[in-house]
T-cell receptor, first 112, second 114 residues
Framework: GPKVLQIPSHQIIDMGQMVTLNCDPVSNHLYFYWYKQILGQQMEFLVNFYNGKVMEKSKLFKDQFSVERPDGSYFTLKIQPTALEDSAVYFC??????????FGEGSKLTVL | DAKTTQPDSMESTEGETVHLPCSHATISGNEYIYWYRQVPLQGPEYVTHGLQQNTTNSMAFLAIASDRKSSTLILPHVSLRDAAVYHCILRVASSGGSNYKLTFGKGTLLTVTP
């Protein structure tokens, strides 16, 4: 089936540094999402994005977070600066007009 | 967000047919019922969805109660690969027309033994 690719699969950084997580969504999809999952806990919605704009964001989407998709390339999640509590697996998802979200395999972020 | 209630866990044996229940007593008339499953260390995978009528696909059969206040995901002849956390989610419309998000709960952990 359709694939969402996420790069990197795992990143280790020091607290305070910047990190960018990249998502290559399903071709022709127009709606994009980021979710956060801490090990052993449930998936938490962060943000969704459409037509170059953030449509909705949760309380977890702190001021240090930003998303963009410049010129139809990767859909990115940037965290600057990172904090210890940002350690988690971040899942990207995309959606076309069918309503079904397709998820990537996740990017594991470890903040030291 | 409209809520769903699922058992924390269920156990099964390979080859059995498994019935995973979901209660959604406060569902709105225009809310879809979605099922996703997630294997540890992987992203959620779409299983099926429905609005009012029962639906079936290669993965599962979704039985929706006539009053829509509950549904059951039926997995025929489960294998070890079906072991996962199964999430029953109501599709909530966000602001902006067709834009929406999915809100995940804890789901039901299905274990399958040989």
């Amino acid at each position: 089936g359709p694939k969402v690719l996420q790069i990197p699969s795992h990143q280790i950084i020091d607290m305070g540094q910047m990190v960018t997580l990249n998502c290559d969504p399903v071709s022709n999809h127009l709606y994009f999402y980021w979710y956060k999952q801490i090990l052993g806990q449930q998936m938490e919605f962060l943000v969704n994005f459409y037509n170059g704009k953030v449509m909705e964001k949760s309380k977890l989407f702190k001021d240090q977070f930003s998303v963009e998709r410049p010129d139809g390339s990767y859909f990115t999640l940037k965290i600057q600066p990172t904090a210890l509590e940002d350690s988690a697996v971040y899942f990207c998802a995309s959606r076309g007009n069918t309503g079904q979200l397709y998820f990537g395999e996740g990017s594991k972020l470890t903040v030291l | 967000d409209a809520k769903t209630t699922q058992p924390d866990s269920m156990e099964s044996t390979e080859g059995e047919t498994v019935h995973l229940p979901c209660s959604h007593a406060t569902i709105s008339g225009n809310e879809y019922i979605y099922w996703y499953r997630q294997v540890p260390l992987q992203g959620p995978e779409y299983v099926t969805h429905g609005l009012q009528q029962n639906t079936t696909n290669s993965m599962a059969f979704l039985a929706i109660a006539s009053d829509r206040k509950s549904s059951t995901l039926i997995l025929p002849h489960v294998s070890l690969r079906d072991a996962a956390v199964y999430h029953c989610i109501l599709r909530v419309a966000s602001s902006g027309g067709s834009n929406y998000k999915l809100t995940f709960g804890k789901g039901t952990l299905l274990t399958v033994t040989p």
